[in-house]
Nanobody, 126 residues
Framework: QVQLAESGGGLVQAGGSLTLSCTAS????????MAWFRQAPGKEREFVAQ????????RYADSVKGRFTISRDNGGNKANLKMTNLKPEDTGLYYC???????????????????WGQGTRVTVSS
């Protein structure tokens, strides 16, 4: 059973930056994608970014394109989310997730993701 642990959340002023990290314990199945979701207070959880197994193809939600960058280490067990030019609407609980079904280049509904972390909180003050 893969366990995911997120870190790097915190309080930052609007316009600032944070980098989140997600480390997977255990061996990931080849082809596993790693993704980030977030849930703002009072809202449903939403997709943020995903990176495929070979770390060559990132996908982003429109709301974060040009500001967030997802990366993955060569070993494949760690994914980072670099967030720049943060806005108050980026506030939320950020979750890491893995997806083994379907192409690793294609985001899916939440039900397509096999493992989830506990989340790390990001608060952006105005």
């Amino acid at each position: 059973q893969v366990q995911l642990a997120e870190s790097g959340g915190g309080l930052v002023q609007a316009g600032g930056s944070l980098t989140l990290s997600c480390t997977a314990s255990g061996r990931l199945i080849p082809g596993t994608a790693m993704a980030w979701f977030r849930q703002a207070p009072g809202k449903e959880r939403e997709f943020v970014a995903q990176i495929n197994w070979s770390a060559s193809i990132p996908r982003y939600a429109d709301s974060v394109k040009g500001r967030f960058t997802i990366s993955r280490d060569n070993g494949g067990n760690k994914a980072n989310l670099k967030m720049t030019n943060l806005k108050p609407e980026d506030t939320g609980l950020y979750y890491c997730a893995t997806k083994t079904s379907g192409p690793s280049t294609t985001p899916g509904p939440e039900s397509a993701y096999d493992n989830w972390g506990q989340g790390t909180r990001v608060t952006v003050s105005s």
